[in-house]
């Protein structure tokens, strides 16, 4: 069954550091997610992808965040200057373009500031 | 905008018994609602999907969910917990072509 690969699996990192998590979404899907869950907490939405461009993004995806499409498979979400309550589970999901179904998540990254 | 709300942040059950995980919901146009569940240090699980057809929909691990469209809710069940179902529980939302809007999360916690 396709999946969502995402990696690393844990990063540690130290304020202000830049961050870069990878996703490789499944091959024919068209549309990217990033989700970000602090620790046992609410799964929350930072932003979704489509067509090379952000389709929609929450307050939580500030000028410190990016994502990038560099070359047709990988998913990138950049953090510029992390802060320590950037510390959190990452999640990469994608669909399908007639997908009216769930998205297929990743299993996540684990990022630690300290 | 959608929205999804799980009132209770904690579930206990004994096991064999049976087990509701409530949420509502609220969109514009027509739901899709989902159950994800998480399993410590694990990604999110699909469990189950509302699309459209008949309420009550069955998913994984003998879990199923009834959509109630009066009341706006979609609540989770399974007539005999087990052990192995504790977890965190999230519901979801779209509305097309809306993205994802997941709710709190509930806590089950089933004791033997």
């Known amino acids: 069954e396709p999946e969502v690969t995402q990696t690393p699996s844990h990063q540690v990192t130290q304020m202000g550091q830049e961050v870069i998590l990878r996703c490789v979404p499944i091959?024919?899907?068209?549309?990217f997610y990033w989700y970000r869950q602090i620790l046992g907490q609410k799964v929350e939405f930072l932003v979704s992808?489509?067509?090379?461009?952000?389709?929609?993004k929450s307050e939580i995806f500030d000028d410190q965040f990016s994502v990038e499409r560099p070359d047709g498979s990988n998913f990138t979400l950049k953090i510029r200057s992390t802060k320590l309550e950037d510390s959190a589970m990452y999640f990469c999901?994608?669909?399908?373009?007639?997908?009216?179904?769930?998205?297929?998540f990743g299993s996540g990254t684990r990022l630690t500031v300290v | 905008a959608q929205s999804v709300a799980q009132p209770e942040d904690q579930v206990n059950v004994a096991e064999g018994n049976p087990l509701t995980v409530k949420c509502t919901y609220s969109v514009s146009g027509n739901p899709y609602l989902f159950w994800y569940v998480q399993y410590p240090n694990r990604g999110l699980q699909f469990l189950l999907k509302y699309i459209t057809g008949d309420n009550l929909v069955k998913g994984s691990y003998g879990f199923e969910a009834e959509f109630n469209k009066s009341q706006t809710s979609f609540h989770l069940k399974k007539p005999s917990a087990l052990v192995s179902d504790s977890a965190l529980y999230f519901c979801?939302?779209?509305?097309?072509?809306?993205?994802?809007?997941f709710g709190a999360g509930t806590r089950l916690t089933v004791k033997p």
């Open positions: 091959s024919n899907h068209l549309y």
């Open positions: 999901a994608s669909r399908g373009l007639d997908s009216i179904y769930g998205y297929t």
């Open positions: 979801a939302v779209r509305d097309h072509p809306g993205d994802m809007r």
């Open positions: 992808f489509y067509n090379n461009e952000i389709s929609e």
